[in-house]
């Protein structure tokens, strides 16, 4: 039997096996000082909490199927810290730079991608053991003349489930960079776009990234490649009845910005994005471009509260999404479906047999 004929027999057998085990569907969600654990199945019901001793102030948030740990980075005491999620105690923690952020992970589960907010890199880093791999220097924005914030480096990060390449994006810079993730090497810039940035999040094809910016309630569009360029601004609108309801939003805003929270929808058929001040989720269908408005859903059960979120992730299987901000929003019907305590850092992670067998990302 040749090489593609086994491989495809274990595929095969390892998704038979997959279908016959009970697949147990998790969403891992950081609190105050640790993580809770959600039944995504059975309504969303909290299982467990796990507690994460001398930590906090998460900023981001992954999970290796590979060596079966779950990683946050912490601003408490700024590391890196890997957890068993067998035993569901912490294995190790590591500061290896000033102020980790929000980090990446390849699909092969080998390496993390932490960007240091108070220096100018990213550090590759070994998901099993935390060790420094390699560095990917970038830059160090520069400050606005108005609207001020509070740092300029490396911020968030993005890999496809192609594992090619990572998007990396930094405070007050209007470009998107692009590392091969073999070489870990910059392969280019992505922009300008029209001011510093925010979340982003790239099509699997590689073909469009999709870009929070600095005072832009919505996103941009341009292309992911090398030299890419700005395509779309795309400036969504809260609707009117809110604006009533909410007649003396905060001087100061959620993460200093409109809207810091973007993501393409596992069937790459939408993109949807958060309104921080207002507490909406917008829903743009993307199979033509420029982007076109499909849903506009509020994330408060009544109009007094004011939720802001800050970030949005998709379930694996695409039916879920999760903006921060206590909404479990089914994708398709576009409606809240439950409430459960969110934050910014959250994840699925599917299991079988108790053993890890699959993991989003943020």
Known sequence: MNAFLRSTLALAILSASLVAADVEKRLYVTDKTGISIYDIDHGHKLLRQIAVPNSGNYKGMAASVLYGLLYVTSATQDELIAIDLKTEQVVWRKHLGNYADSLAITPDGKKLYVPYRDEIDWKVTDAKDGAVLARIDTEAGKDYETNK???????????????????????????????????????????????????????????YVFVNVDGLLGFEVGEAKPGGKMLYRVEAHTPP???????????????????????????????????????????????????????????????????????ITFGLDGRYVYPDGGAVIDTAAKKVTSWIPTSEKLLEIDFANGKPVKAGHR
């Not at 914030?149 to 990060?157: D, L, M, Q």
């Not at 209007?174 to 099509?203: D, M, Q, W």
């Not at 207002?278 to 939720?307: C, F, M, N, Q």
């Open 149 to 207: 914030i509070e740092a300029h480096g490396p911020h968030n990060t993005w890999i496809n489930d192609n594992g090619k390449r990572a998007y990396l994006e930094l405070l007050t810079v209007p470009y998107v960079y692009i590392a091969n993730t073999k070489t870990e090497k910059v392969l280019g810039k992505i922009g300008p776009f029209s001011k510093g940035l925010r979340p982003i999040s790239a099509t699997e094809n590689d073909k």
């Open 241 to 311: 009845e809110r604006l009533a309801q909410y007649p003396d939003p905060p001087a100061r805003k959620p993460h200093l910005t409109e809207s810091h929270g973007v993501n393409v929808s596992p069937n790459q058929k939408e993109v949807w994005c958060v309104d921080g001040v207002y507490g909406y989720v917008y829903a743009y269908d993307i199979t033509h471009l420029p982007p076109t408005l499909k849903a506009s859903i509020p994330i408060y059960k009544d109009p007094a509260e004011r939720p802001h979120p800050g970030w």
